[in-house]
């Protein structure tokens, strides 16, 4: 099995984890710098559409957080 090349992402493990969490994709910033795009506009528009994608919608949370939501609403009674 032959590993794809290391990307220099130019930012530190912790930057990377943070952008991950938030939806970032480093391949999605290497295809627009490849496709000419500047690197730091390539970077802030793969973080951009990072978070636009796979946000829950907000009753999804509700339902899935339901049980936290009566006990925090039971705690201001």
Known sequence: MTDLPIQNLNM????????????????????????????DQARNLARFVGLLQDNPLLSLWEKKNK???????RARI
């Open 12 to 39: 530190t493990d912790t930057e990377y984890a943070a952008f991950v969490a938030k939806g970032y994709d480093p391949a999605f910033e290497q295809q627009l710098v490849e496709l000419g795009e500047n690197p």
């Open 67 to 73: 049980s936290q939501i009566l006990t925090l609403d």
